[in-house]
């Protein structure tokens, strides 16, 4: 079965720092990767996915995700957050459930940016 | 172009009351699904329609019923509510019939239910 295992459950920073939000996913068969963003009291939006091709893949607001197949993991980064990066991240691996897709999410990380 | 509509936005219901939880999109897409948010669990998928006419159970359907009401509209229904289903509902939408394994899955902002 395909899960989704996002490490830290909350990720504080400074403004202009880096961040890395970790994910690890498990799955016999190809997979298809997405980070999702939720501002407070919004909906998810979409950040970046990755289907094929190039690893590193390049997302909105200055987000990039880098897939690596040996270690299972498809981690999300950014060089310089701004205050306006605070929200939850998701990592959800798409399946194929009885000829529909199904996105397995992880349990989310807060990321929270102190000026 | 308002994308994923939800109503209501807030609900308190207490323990066997019964409701139904709307949801529309104007993105003519053919996929639409339901999902519960709970602290620590991410999203959970409840039900979902691959196209219209059909709909089909999720991870955790149990206490829920779905009704695929037309292309644009997918409503969720508590029969009788209990504590276990306070959560924050979230419908999605996604553009092809069959809901394509790559397809981007677009969100409405959620309804935050609390049944006392």
């Known amino acids: 079965a395909q899960s989704v295992t996002q490490l830290d459950s909350q990720v504080p920073v400074f403004e202009e720092a880096p961040v890395e939000l970790r994910c690890n996913y498990s799955?016999?068969?190809?997979?298809?990767l997405f980070w999702y963003v939720q501002y407070p009291n919004q909906g998810l939006q979409l950040l970046l996915k990755?289907?094929?091709?190039?690893?590193l893949v390049k997302g909105i607001n200055g987000f990039e995700a880098e897939f690596n197949k040996s270690q299972t993991s498809f981690h999300l980064r950014k060089p310089s957050v701004h205050i306006s990066d605070t929200a939850e991240y998701f990592c959800?691996?798409?399946?194929?459930?009885?000829?529909?897709?199904?996105?397995?999410f992880g349990q989310g990380t807060r990321l929270t940016i102190n000026p | 172009n308002a994308g994923v509509t939800q109503t209501p936005k807030f609900q308190v219901l207490k323990t066997g009351q019964s409701m139904t939880l709307q949801c529309a999109q104007d993105?003519?897409?053919?996929?639409m699904y339901w999902y519960r948010q709970d602290p620590g669990m991410g999203l959970r998928l409840i039900y979902y329609?691959?196209?219209?006419?059909?709909?089909d159970k999720g991870e955790v359907p149990n206490g829920y019923n779905v009704s695929r009401l037309n292309k644009r509209e997918f409503s969720l229904r508590l029969e009788s509510a209990a504590p276990s289903q306070t959560s924050v509902y979230f419908c999605?939408?996604?553009?092809?019939?069959?809901?394509?394994?790559?397809?981007?899955?677009?969100f409405g902002p959620g309804t935050r239910l609390t049944v006392l």
């Open positions: 329609s691959a196209s219209e006419g059909t709909t």
């Open positions: 993105m003519n897409h053919n996929s």
């Open positions: 990755y289907l094929s091709g190039s690893t």
């Open positions: 999605a939408s996604s553009e092809r019939p069959l809901a394509v394994i790559t397809d981007t899955q677009y």
């Open positions: 799955s016999s068969v190809s997979v298809y």
């Open positions: 959800a691996v798409s399946m194929n459930l009885q000829g529909a897709q199904k996105l397995v």
